[in-house]
């Protein structure tokens, strides 16, 4: 690929596919997430990091080297982590003295950081530590948050957020039933963040709704909050601004009712009201052939006025 | 009897359903949020703290877990499914959550300058087919490409008209017209893209990337050069600066049969040359050269040696001629003192020079 001014051109038809991959579209790819590992990751952050890669795989990238960086002081390296491998999620950690067993989980947009929040682990089962059957890979999660910490602090709303945003995985317009398995459960409580992964049992129930057991698989983490930083308020203006191609266009002349009645409103031409044509009363003629005379008449009559004018 | 007994049945009945939705009813106080195009819910309720403590932690978080579970599942349940492939699938809506977008929003691509046209006159896009039947070759071919159908650059035969000249090459014209639509064709586009980035990119070298190489720079410096009013012809070089001979075209051969006295011109003065015993050089013009060039190179020396700061710093800041005068004044007239006049000693091809440093 020739490159002038920093922009690629690309040279054969797959390199131009693949490029058109990554450009910017209405409707965009999975979000990827790398998982970094800091200059000083012990045993503890790696099995968390290789934990969180397992659950968000196929859309991961797991960097096996450790990287020397900062993501709170310098935050040009993951810049170019996420250009060169197009992920826009990605997760540090680190483990020192004054943050020990740290991660960071993060969002870009367009390339550039939009917000970090620092999590440090204090408590950690890994997924191997627990032993039971598994759920397959790349399964779509049902996420749960509990506790009014999420509703009422702002950090804690980011949070929720970015957590959502990370654990998503693709959009799917249908989702078979039987297929829902996983479950990540996120609770505040008492300053710290509890987050437990489950395995949905489907019992039978006496109606069509199951009833739900789970089965603890997975990782469980005990968290609190650390440093945070958010992007200015037009930066996130930006990355929410949705384009317009995708609304839904609005049907004109359509309105719903209070009660749920949908009302349509047709436009129509002048009407002349003498020449409406209203119910001929058939069964009446019928009946009136008794009293003939008068009746056919005056029928008659109505009718001859009414075609004069 | 009878009435008591259907009264007992409708109850027991009562008590059944009632029974079948506790195993699946969970008891809130403040409804929880959800989305279901995300798999998302939302529990607001504040947690019953007294129980986490009394409880197993890992218990506490595990119950409170399967109630939210059911009420998702729940709501999952009562979205419109449908049966694919002997699956029963549910419909997600979409989702509600404002997340962020990854990327910005796509630019619309700037439109050429023929769909502003079709776009006023209201002109259509016709759909053509791939192939096209060629009677010739009776066989289908491509419209356009690579051995296309009804290509005339490809007939073997063709008609001379006549109000065409006879010695007149068609097939040749043919070619070059074909040529000459294919750089017309090149240039729109390359216009239409000019017009719509309405960047205008300089040429190469001139907008620097991290790491050039030499020729980049090469080049750079060139266009930079020859960029004045008199296209660089009185610009300086550098200290060790060399002005390239031949830019570009790197040999030059005159045509195989061209202007036949000219050929015969040239060798017959490449035979006078051989004959005559005047030497190629100009032997003043060589040693003048020379000895200007060594005057340079000591001043350029005596610059640069070390422990004279206070020279240099007289040097740096003004220009080439004016350091040079500087230098000539400290310097104690060491390049006046050097002169061997012009035409002193015939083959003196390398005058010494005897001025050391001081």
């Known amino acids: ?309 | 009897m009878a009435a008591c007994s259907i009264e007992d049945v409708l109850a027991k009945a009562e008590r059944e359903e009632v029974e079948k939705l506790k195993s699946i009813s969970v008891h809130k106080e403040q409804e929880l949020e959800f989305d279901p195009g995300n798999l998302f819910a939302f529990d607001k309720n504040p947690p019953n703290i007294r129980e986490f403590r009394k409880l197993n932690k890992d218990e506490f978080l595990r119950s409170l877990a399967r109630d939210n579970t059911q009420l998702l599942i729940n709501e999952l349940w009562k979205l419109p499914t449908e049966r694919v492939e002997e699956v029963i699938v549910a419909k997600l809506p979409e989702p509600t959550t404002r997340l962020p977008r990854e990327k910005p929003v796509p630019k619309p691509r700037p439109s050429t300058k023929w769909e502003e046209f079709a776009k006023l006159k209201g002109i259509q896009k016709k759909k053509k087919t791939n192939l096209v039947w060629d009677d010739v070759h009776k066989e289908w071919k491509r419209r356009w490409g690579y051995k296309r159908a009804n290509d005339d650059t490809k007939e073997w035969l063709i008609e001379v008209p006549e109000t065409a000249d006879p010695n007149e090459d068609q097939f040749s014209k043919r070619i070059k017209a074909k040529k000459e639509r294919v750089a017309k064709n090149e240039l729109n586009r390359l216009r239409n893209i000019a017009r719509g980035q309405k960047i205008k990119v300089p040429g190469v070298g001139l907008a620097p990337t991290e790491q050039q190489s030499k020729t980049e720079l090469g080049k750079a410096i060139h266009v930079a050069k020859h960029s004045t009013a008199s296209v660089g012809k009185f610009q300086g070089n550098l200290p060790k600066e060399k002005t390239p001979k031949n830019m570009g075209k790197k040999r030059k051969f005159e045509p195989l049969i061209g202007d036949f006295s000219a050929e015969k011109q040239k060798q017959l003065d490449l035979l006078n040359i051989m004959d005559s015993k005047k030497p190629r050089i100009d032997i003043t013009k060589a040693v003048n050269k020379q000895m200007r060039e060594e005057d340079r190179q000591s001043g350029f020396q005596k610059r640069k040696s070390p422990g004279k700061k206070g020279r240099k710093g007289n040097f740096s800041g003004k220009g080439k001629a004016k350091g040079k005068g500087k230098k000539g004044g400290p310097g104690g007239g060491s390049g006046g003192g050097n002169s061997k006049g012009g035409p002193g000693g015939g083959k003196n091809r390398k005058p010494r020079m005897k001025q050391g440093k001081r």
Do not use: W
Request: net charge positive; hydrophobic share 35%.
């Open chain 1, 1 to 309: 690929m020739t490159q002038l001014d920093g922009v690629v051109k690309p040279k054969t038809k797959r390199s131009k596919r693949f490029l058109q991959g990554r450009e910017p579209k209405l409707n965009e790819n999975i979000k990827k997430a790398m998982l970094i590992k800091g200059g000083n990751a012990n045993q503890t952050v790696t099995q968390a990091l290789k934990d969180i890669y397992s659950l968000k795989k196929p859309n991961a990238v797991m960097y096996k080297k450790k990287n020397i960086t900062r993501p709170f002081e310098d935050q040009s390296s993951l810049e170019f982590f996420s250009k060169k491998s197009d992920c826009s999620l990605f997760l540090f950690g680190s483990h020192n003295k004054k943050r020990p067993n740290n991660l960071v989980f993060g969002r870009m947009f367009d390339f550039h950081v939009l917000d970090m929040i620092e999590l440090g682990i204090e408590k950690f089962v890994s997924l191997k530590d627990i032993k039971n059957s598994k759920i397959p890979e790349g399964t779509k999660p049902l996420l749960i948050f509990a506790g009014d910490a999420f509703e009422t602090g702002n950090e804690h709303k980011k949070l929720k957020n970015l957590l959502i945003d990370f654990f998503r995985g693709p959009t799917v317009p249908c989702v078979r039933l039987v297929g829902l398995e996983h479950v990540l459960h996120i609770t505040a409580l008492e300053g710290k963040i509890y987050l437990r992964s489950y395995k949905v049992l489907l019992k039978k129930s006496g109606c069509r709704t199951p009833r739900i057991e789970l089965e603890e698989i997975g990782p469980s983490f005990d968290f609190t909050m650390r440093r945070i930083h958010l992007a200015s308020v037009d930066l996130y203006k930006t990355a929410h601004r949705q384009p317009k191609a995708l609304k839904p266009k609005e049907k004109k002349n359509i309105s719903h009712d209070v009660f749920g009645m949908k009302y349509g409103r047709l436009h129509m031409q002048k009407q002349d009201l003498f020449k409406l044509h209203t119910r001929k009363m058939k069964g009446l003629k019928r009946k009136a052939e008794k009293a003939e005379g008068e009746e056919t008449e005056a029928e008659a009559s109505t009718a001859k006025a009414a075609k004069n004018q």
